[in-house]
Every structure is written in structure tokens, then in C-alpha cells.
């Protein structure tokens, strides 16, 4: 399983960006961050069908989590991004079909893109 996160960038508050996160094959996905002193947490997760999505109430209502699986990519798009998104952002996934909100259940790592957001 590899995994390749990319789109990061720095961006002024309430500006929007779009990750991406491409794999070697199609599987359950999530976002997770982590930010400077802080330990790594869960943002966002996407089953392998689509069906099934889930949010950190920290993010509800501004990042919206897709995929698109003739090209084995999972996106997240960011809106009205805050300085308190500022982290380096990582795909991962456990694997399977599914996707893990526990950062210690996923097996595969993508390298992290480093998103900065401005006040």
C-alpha cells in the first residue's frame, strides 16, 4: 500500500484548498493533522464505496471528504480555512474497506502535506 498526499500550501483565512491523496489501490481513507506540540488527530474519513463519511465536529460544515476511484484518489476540499487548521495533513488507511478514526489503527501512511493558514 502506498499513499501520496499532496496540495498543501499556505492560504489566508477563510481561503479554501484541496488535498488529494492518491493510492495504489482503493481503500477506506482518512485525514488526520497534526499541528506544532500537538499530537495527531483525526479529521476526516471516507469508506472505499463513498458511502459512509465522517467529520471532527472541528471541521464539520467547511471540509467535505471525496474520492474518485477510476483514479484511486481520495480529495479533501477545505473551505474558510482558520490559523487553527494549520498542521500537516496525512492520508491513511487501515487497509481495507473501511477507514479508522483512531490514528493507531491505520497501517498506511501517506507523507503529509504541510498546510499554513494566515491571519
Known amino acids: 500500500v502506498q499513499l501520496q498526499a499532496c496540495g498543501g500550501g499556505l492560504v489566508q483565512a477563510g481561503g479554501s484548498l484541496r488535498l488529494s491523496c492518491v493510492a495504489s489501490?482503493?481503500?477506506?481513507m482518512g485525514w488526520f493533522r497534526q499541528a506544532p506540540g500537538k499530537e495527531r488527530e483525526f479529521v476526516a474519513g471516507i469508506s472505499l464505496s463513498g458511502s459512509s463519511t465522517n467529520y471532527a465536529d472541528s471541521v464539520k460544515g467547511r471540509f467535505t471528504i471525496s474520492r474518485d476511484n477510476t483514479k484511486n484518489t481520495v480529495y479533501l476540499q477545505m473551505n474558510n480555512l482558520t490559523p487553527g487548521d494549520t498542521a500537516v495533513y496525512y492520508c491513511?488507511?487501515?487497509?481495507?474497506?473501511?477507514?479508522?478514526?483512531?490514528?493507531?489503527?491505520?497501517?498506511?501512511w501517506g507523507q503529509g502535506t504541510l498546510v499554513t493558514v494566515s491571519s
Open positions: 489501490s482503493t481503500y477506506g
Open positions: 491513511a488507511t487501515p487497509g481495507s474497506n473501511y477507514y479508522y478514526t483512531n490514528a493507531r489503527d491505520n497501517a498506511y
